[in-house]
């Protein structure tokens, strides 16, 4: 594993075209960048080519770095990672749809639904097409274009100024809470190697006090005390 002194190295060497120093970054992170990669997988485009593609953003993140950001490199290359990959999608995404019949079938099928709540049956096409002032062809078109595949960074309709599909779906986890974890564990790696194991064995594998203090041999007391330290401590680095 690469410490941060270590890392930034061969930052600097790998912006000076240093390819050893480069792959040695990029080995070291390939487990982050397949993190990222598996939360797009499943969205129309192959492991693969996803990982390729994000590996290209995390090169963009070697040679953009600046240590005068005041973040660890793992955590600017993150949203520069997920960044690549969602600008490939956009780009890339499944078939689109014209932006004023997909702003109609929002507005139909929202219509819709609430007609069906209220009166337990569904409209005609001739009453949904009286009612949004178009032809019944053009409802039938907005109706079978909502079935169709949409890219996921196609703005949703007009009334969410401009807010793209992606945003519509829900997520376990955000790209700031990813970036949370990244600085967390970056944080937790920095510390000694009792202080690492108390908190492993405290917050990761549910170690009571006494067990942990049995473990490492001292009394529970010790452990407790040494427990607030190290909390204060991460709370202190990760607040930078």
């Known amino acids: 594993m690469l410490d941060q002194d270590k ?4 930052v600097r060497k790998a912006k000076n075209g240093d390819e050893f120093a480069k792959s040695q970054i990029f080995n070291h992170n390939v487990p982050l960048i397949k993190s990222i990669v598996k939360r797009f997988c499943g969205k129309g485009v192959e492991y693969d080519d996803l990982f390729q593609i994000a590996s290209i953003g995390f090169l963009k993140a070697i040679q953009n770095f600046d240590e005068s950001f005041g973040v660890k490199f793992s955590t600017y290359s993150v949203p520069m990672v997920i960044g690549e990959i969602k600008r490939y999608m956009r780009d890339n995404g499944a078939i689109k749809v014209s932006r004023t019949i997909k702003i109609l079938a929002n507005k139909i099928n929202r219509f ?15 009453f949904l097409a009286e009612k949004f002032n178009v032809s019944s062809e053009e409802v039938v078109v ?8 949409l890219s996921i ?3 949703f309709d007009d009334e969410d100024e ?3 599909l992606i945003d519509k779906i829900p ?3 955000t790209e700031d809470k990813l970036v949370e974890k990244i600085h967390l564990s970056n944080v937790i790696d920095a510390l000694n190697e009792r202080e690492k194991k108390i908190i492993i064995m405290r917050f990761f594998r549910d170690k009571t006090q006494g067990e942990v203090a049995e473990s490492i041999g001292v009394s529970q007391v010790q452990i407790s005390r040494l427990e607030n330290k190290i909390i204060e401590k991460i709370r202190n680095k990760f607040n930078r």
């Open 171 to 173: 997520s376990g986890e």
């Open 112 to 126: 819709i639904f609430e007609y069906q709540t209220q009166n337990c049956e569904s409209p005609t096409i001739e």
């Open 7 to 10: 890392l930034l190295d061969y």
């Open 142 to 149: 907005a109706l079978d274009s909502s079935k169709m595949p």
């Open 162 to 164: 401009g807010q793209e």
């Open 153 to 155: 960074y196609e703005k």
